[in-house]
T-cell receptor, first 110, second 115 residues
Framework: EDQVTQSPEALRLQEGESSSLNCSYT??????LFWYRQDPGKGPEFLFT???AGEEKEKERLKATLTKKESFLHITAPKPEDSATYLC???????????FGTGTQLKVEL | NAGVTQTPKFQVLKTGQSMTLQCAQD?????MSWYRQDPGMGLRLIHY???????DQGEVPNGYNVSRSTTEDFPLRLLSAAPSQTSVYFC??????????????FGAGTRLSVL
C-alpha cells in the first residue's frame, strides 16, 4: 500500500531562519510526488511536481528535492506569509489518484 | 476562468438527511475527484472519475454516491448523512496529458456538519 509520511507535524521558525520539511514515501513505483500549500479555510494550492530522483524545483523561497525514498521542501529565509500547512502527496494506483501525508503546519514569526 | 467551484461553502445536516455537494470545473479536465479532510488524517479519496460516464471508488466510498454526466460537473451525494461524515470536502480536477499533467487543482471546499 502506498504511504506518505511527513515530518515534523508542526514547525515554528523565526523570520529568516531556514529549515526543511520532510516527506518519506513507500518506494514501489513512484510515478509523481507533489507538494501543496494549504492556508486555513482554503483548498490546497499546487506548488511542485517531482518525477525522478535527483530532480529539484524552485519557486521564490521554496525548493523541492527528491531522492529515491524521500522528498524535502527547503524554505530559505522564510517570511510570515509563508505560514501555512504544507502537504506532500504521491500518485497512487492508476490514473491521477493521490495519497496524501498529514501535512506540516509551519508558522513563521517576526 | 474560475477553476474549480464548489457549492455550498457550509452546510449543516441532521442525521439521516440527504444532500448533494456540487463541483464544477471550467478547465476541460478529464479527471475529477472528491476528497475529505479530517484532523490528523490528511486528505482521503472518496470517489473519482476519469471522464464523463466513468466513475470509481476511492479509499473511503461508503455512504457516498457520484455520477459524471458531463465533463464539467461531478456532484457528490450523501444518501443518509451520519455524524461520521462531518468533515471538509474538496473537489479536484486534473488532466492526464500535457505540460501540467497530473496536477490536481482544488476547490475551496465544503464544510459539512452532521448533527
Amino acid at each position: 500500500e502506498d504511504q506518505v509520511t511527513q515530518s515534523p507535524e508542526a514547525l515554528r521558525l523565526q523570520e529568516g531562519e531556514s529549515s526543511s520539511l520532510n516527506c518519506s514515501y513507500t518506494v514501489s513505483g513512484l510515478r509523481g510526488l507533489f507538494w501543496y500549500r494549504q492556508d486555513p479555510g482554503k483548498g490546497p494550492e499546487f506548488l511542485f511536481t517531482l518525477y525522478s530522483a535527483g530532480e529539484e524545483k524552485e519557486k521564490e523561497r521554496l525548493k523541492a528535492t527528491l531522492t529515491k525514498k524521500e522528498s524535502f521542501l527547503h524554505i530559505t529565509a522564510p517570511k510570515p506569509e509563508d505560514s501555512a500547512t504544507y502537504l506532500c502527496a504521491r500518485l497512487t494506483g492508476g490514473g491521477n489518484k493521490l495519497t496524501f501525508g498529514t501535512g506540516t503546519q509551519l508558522k513563521v514569526e517576526l | 476562468n474560475a477553476g474549480v467551484t464548489q457549492t455550498p461553502k457550509f452546510q449543516v445536516l441532521k442525521t439521516g438527511q440527504s444532500m448533494t455537494l456540487q463541483c464544477a470545473q471550467d478547465m476541460n479536465h478529464e479527471y475529477m475527484s472528491w476528497y475529505r479532510q479530517d484532523p490528523g488524517m490528511g486528505l482521503r479519496l472518496i470517489h473519482y472519475s476519469v471522464g464523463a460516464g466513468i466513475t470509481d471508488q476511492g479509499e473511503v466510498p461508503n455512504g457516498y454516491n457520484v455520477s459524471r454526466s458531463t465533463t464539467e460537473d461531478f456532484p457528490l451525494r450523501l444518501l443518509s448523512a451520519a455524524p461520521s461524515q462531518t468533515s471538509v470536502y474538496f473537489c479536484a480536477s486534473s488532466k492526464p496529458t500535457g505540460l501540467a499533467r497530473d496536477i490536481q487543482y482544488f476547490g475551496a471546499g465544503t464544510r459539512l456538519s452532521v448533527l
